[in-house]
């Protein structure tokens, strides 16, 4: 028991030291924390516990993806690669290819024909143009009749696997967006099936939040429809300059926005207006290159979420795999485009069905309130420790205080959220903690009463104990990681919380209390316990 190696009590000494350096940050103001991070180094942490919605305020929204737009994804991209097939078998049909709400349908009449494309148009058709999840049912019902009637009907597994793939990229997509707005540990995640929610700790403007949440940003470069042209080949669209005007668009796209790799607004150069400038990838810019040079004179159309922003005309090959989208933006617009276009276009429409705003007031109370239940909490264990074990209640009290400082020291070395069941979750590693102080002192206290010397007492109750306390320990962390894992939110930050006191309660009930025990011993060499 006497034994105890300096390098341990070094290694526990600077450890305390350090963990109450890293939360400093933390217990100043804002003003003040700056400062000091300005005058340290930048491989110093000096940074502070972030505080989730719940305590600093912020916004809460959650979006739903549209099923009508998954289902009209479907059979676009169906009708488009049907189109392709007909068009390299040379393939004739009779009346078109008609999209109804649920699929579409064309006629063959040949039956030699429809006997060379419907291998290929029900491989189509099982795969979903490349969008079901890979499960054996197929995305769409394939019916044939005599007369050469072929009908496609979208399935519900085909829905449903588009729904949930458009919900694992929407939720990558919105990351990258809400982070560059910088904003402070947003929390996106899935809720049910088809549902994203979003936090936002400590934005209070939601207007702006809804703006990049609420667009789709799909950004497609198209001719434009040549009078005399087939009508049944092209889009009416909006244009944004002519409100109310409509510009005939051919429905194939000619470059895809996601081949972009960047996206920055600016100011053109001549007329000083706010303007967005774009690069492509080595695909797109070459296919950029080719389009412009194959149309040059043509009317190019730069369409937005199924909206035209502008339709210049091709002067000349643009063959360095960049340009530049104008449309009177503003500042501000031009700006939140450019953040769209680098995040990626999301794969559905999004529809808000919830919106709220936690103001700082009603956070700053639920500080207040966990403060007070932590205060309240704290106070009693140390002072019900304190009359029952005498100085030991003292060494359990001190290694009782470095525990809370190991577990938020935790929370900002990991950068984990704060938040009020994260509270919660340290009240009660609080009650833990000095639960194993108790196991100690109980088995120090049931060797003394046998006769044993002090030292022995000491001894055997902190070994005897060790194992009931790593037991007990475990089964609670064990607990905890099920939490985090298959818990969400508010649940995952308790989760986190209570994980980081079982962990730091080993090192501050046991091996911080033992040696503060230790070197009282060696020093004082007491003729009984205080026990």
Not at 40 to 49: F, M
Not at 80 to 91: N, T
Not at 277 to 288: A, E, M, S
Not at 335 to 356: D, H, S, Y
């Amino acid at each position: 028991m006497l034994r105890y190696a300096t390098w341990k009590i070094v290694s526990i000494i600077g450890m305390t030291v350090l963990a109450f350096l890293v939360i400093v940050p933390s217990l100043l103001s804002p003003a003040n924390r700056d400062a000091l991070i300005s005058f340290l180094p930048k491989w110093v942490p000096a940074r502070a516990i972030v505080l989730g919605l719940d305590l600093q305020g912020g916004s809460h929204v959650l979006l739903e993806v549209d099923s009508p737009s998954v289902v009209k994804t479907l059979i676009d991209n169906l009708r488009d690669s049907v189109r392709r097939v007909l068009r390299e078998d040379k393939v004739s049909i009779t009346g078109g290819i008609g999209v109804q709400p649920r699929g579409l349908q064309l006629r063959i009449p040949d039956a030699n024909d429809r006997a060379k494309v419907m291998p290929q148009l029900r491989q189509l058709a099982s795969a979903g143009s490349g969008l079901a999840d890979g499960s054996r049912a197929p995305a769409f019902d394939v019916i044939e009749n005599d007369s050469g009637l072929i009908q496609f009907t979208v399935t519900e597994a085909g829905v449903n696997a588009k729904v949930r793939r458009a919900v694992d990229q929407s939720i990558e997509v919105l990351r990258r967006r809400v982070d560059a707005l910088g904003t402070t540990e947003p929390n996106i995640q899935r809720q049910g099936a088809d549902r994203i929610l979003v936090e936002v700790p400590g934005l209070q403007d939601t207007s702006k939040l809804k703006e990049i949440l609420g667009t789709t940003a799909k950004l497609e470069f198209r001719l434009v429809s040549e009078a005399g042209a087939d009508p049944s080949e092209a889009d009416l669209l909006e244009e944004v300059d002519r409100p109310g005007g409509k510009l005939p668009v051919e429905k194939r796209v000619m470059v895809q926005g996601e081949d972009l790799t960047d996206a920055q607004p600016g100011f053109d150069t001549r007329t000083q207006e706010p303007i967005v400038n774009f690069r492509f990838n080595i695909r797109g810019g070459q296919r950029f290159g080719e389009v412009t040079s194959e149309n040059v004179g043509h009317l190019f159309a730069i369409v937005l979420d199924g909206k035209v922003i502008s339709a210049p005309r091709i002067l000349g090959p643009i063959t360095g795999g960049s340009g530049q989208i104008s449309g009177h933006f503003t500042v501000e617009s031009a700006n939140n485009l450019a953040i769209l276009l680098r995040a990626g276009a999301l794969p559905a429409k999004l529809t808000i069905v919830e919106e709220r705003t936690v103001g700082p007031g009603l956070g700053q109370d639920s500080i207040d309130a966990g403060k007070r239940a932590a205060y309240v909490g704290a106070g009693l264990v140390g002072f019900y420790m304190l009359i029952t074990y005498g100085v030991f209640g003292v060494f359990a009290n001190i290694a009782l205080l470095v525990h809370i400082a190991f577990i938020f020291a935790g929370l900002v070395l990991l950068g984990a959220t704060l938040t009020l069941p994260g509270i919660a979750g340290i009240v009660l590693t609080i009650g833990m903690a000095v639960d194993s102080n108790v196991l100690i002192y109980e088995r120090i206290r049931e060797e003394s009463h046998q006769g044993r010397s002090i030292l022995s007492s000491l001894d055997a109750g902190f070994n005897r104990a060790f194992a009931t306390i790593v037991d007990s320990n475990v089964t609670m962390f064990v607990a905890a990681a099920i939490l985090y894992f298959l818990g969400s939110g508010p649940v995952r930050g308790f989760a986190v919380s209570l994980a980081l006191g079982i962990l730091t309660t080993i090192i501050t009930a046991v091996t911080m209390t033992r040696m503060m025990i230790t070197l009282w011993y060696r020093y004082r060499r007491p003729s009984k316990l205080p026990i």
